[in-house]
């Protein structure tokens, strides 16, 4: 298939978690489908690093958005762009770290869903 990623990248894990934390799964996929990224990334970043707060404040479901979260310091107690540098840092090491284990990219975070859908 043309366009398919061969190897993980930042934004692949980031689009993995946010379907990970997603209210309602995507028509056809269960609902934990993408949990295992978010358990790869606990364990390679560690639960109480600055990186996976990041990652997981940036891609959760909130009442706020980030802006306010930072300017509030709920949350997070640094700028916006530390939270933005630091989760970008911890995806690009979760996925060297699902390339390094030989994780093939699911086809569910590559392909966009209507060509999902009509394969």
């Known amino acids: ?3 398919h990623p061969s190897e993980w990248t930042a934004a692949l894990v980031l ?5 990970a934390f997603a209210r309602e799964p995507r028509l056809g ?17 560690g ?11 940036r891609v959760a479901p909130a ?4 802006r306010a979260m930072c300017r509030e310091r ?6 916006r ?7 970008h ?8 770290a699902l390339a390094a284990a030989g994780v093939a990219v699911p086809d569910a975070l590559c392909c966009p869903r209507s060509a999902v859908n009509s394969a």
């Open 47 to 57: 639960e109480g690093s600055p990186e996976y707060r990041a990652i997981t404040l």
């Open 63 to 66: 009442a706020l958005s980030l």
């Open 89 to 96: 840092n911890g995806a690009a090491r979760v996925a060297v």
């Open 15 to 19: 689009r993995g978690l946010r379907l």
């Open 1 to 3: 298939m043309a366009g």
């Open 29 to 45: 996929e269960e609902p934990t489908s993408f949990r295992w990224i978010l358990e790869r990334a606990r364990s390679v970043l």
């Open 74 to 79: 709920v949350g997070w107690r640094g700028s």
């Open 81 to 87: 762009s530390e939270l933005y540098r630091r989760s």
